[in-house]
């Protein structure tokens, strides 16, 4: 299908979404939830696909033929009976990923969300930040929530700062563990995590709605590494999106693995294979490098991870809260 098309097709499916209680998943009929729920609007690392200077097999074709849903790691939070919208990480595709969000909820004409959330200052989770400055959408006070250091970075480097003084963001400081009230149903609350931070704290987040909580955890160094038993924080909770950024070290023969370390999924794969059944289908790895399998549906590592009872983030699925 003709990339032009593609795009007005996908539009009205998820303005269509909204006023119809039902919508075809790529292998299920999926119910949009009436009441809280997160949708996915990007499923990759920082890099994107294709990816800058790649010369495998993996970006040949997108240079000259891009796939619409290769989208850098975010998740939209849909509140209806508030009528608000946030969105958890600004990454450089925001602009259609707000669009997104908006079709979800087109009774909130805003184009900005209510709310940004970031977990740290790696380019695939804050840098979308830059097309709400003036050269852009030139926004007015989007709330932006972040943890100290991270907002500390935004207010005294340029051009981010020029944001704060433009008013174009407003800077909400979190801490630690302590949660914050979107709403009377939904809570929101950060939870430091093991990573390269040369700018900023990382963080994950614990999003609780009315009925259920999900975990989301797009970047760690690995999961020994944490203060935390990641399989107890996974029971906790009705969802977990977990850092999936390599299916395993075979698909880096380019670079340094000790400098931009995470769990293979073949490590997790092996690390949740103790947990229950139930516990496993709460498993939803995200945050897929170029270069991993996983981002071909009929991949063999895709199968691999379906059998073992696991889910894989893919665009626009959607979760009730």
């Given at each position: ?109 805003m184009e900005t969300p209510n709310g ?203 979760f009730a809260l």
């Amino acid at each position: 299908m003709h990339m032009k098309y593609f795009n007005i097709f996908v539009g009205i499916l998820l303005f269509w979404s909204c006023n119809n209680p039902k919508v075809l998943d790529k292998k299920l009929e999926t119910e949009i939830p009436s009441d809280v729920f997160i949708t996915v609007l990007g499923t990759l690392q920082d890099g994107g696909a294709p990816h800058v200077g790649c010369k495998k097999d993996c970006c040949a074709s997108l240079f000259e033929n891009p796939d619409a849903e290769r989208k850098v790691v975010s998740l939209g939070l849909i509140d209806p009976k508030n009528n608000k919208k946030y969105l958890f990480e600004a990454s450089p595709d925001i602009a259609t990923q707000l669009k997104a969000l908006k079709n979800y909820l087109p009774k909130n004409d805003m184009e900005t969300p209510n709310g940004i959330f970031l977990t740290h200052a790696h380019i695939g989770h804050y840098t979308g930040l830059m097309f709400l400055g003036k050269e852009a959408a030139n926004t007015n006070n989007v709330r932006v929530y972040a943890m100290p250091k991270m907002v500390d970075f935004l207010h005294t480097n340029g051009p981010w700062s020029q944001l704060v003084q433009n008013n174009n963001i407003q800077l909400s400081p979190l801490q630690n563990e302590e949660a914050i009230a979107l709403s009377s149903e939904i809570t929101i609350t950060p939870i430091l995590v093991p990573h390269r931070d040369e700018f900023s704290e990382t963080v994950g987040y614990y999003i609780k709605g009315p009925n259920k909580t999900a975990l989301f955890i797009p970047d760690i160094d690995k999961w020994e590494k944490w203060d935390k038993n990641i399989l107890e924080e996974i029971k906790k909770v009705d969802y977990a999106f977990l850092d999936a950024t390599f299916y395993s070290g075979e698909e880096i023969n380019t670079r340094d693995i000790s400098q931009i370390p995470h769990p293979f999924m073949t490590e997790s794969l092996k690390k949740f294979e103790t947990l229950s059944s139930v516990e496993q289908q709460k498993v939803v790895f995200i945050h897929f490098n170029h270069t991993n399998p996983i981002l071909d549906t009929e991949s063999e590592a895709t199968k691999n991870v379906l059998a073992k009872g696991f889910r894989v983030a893919r665009m626009y699925d959607v979760f009730a809260l």
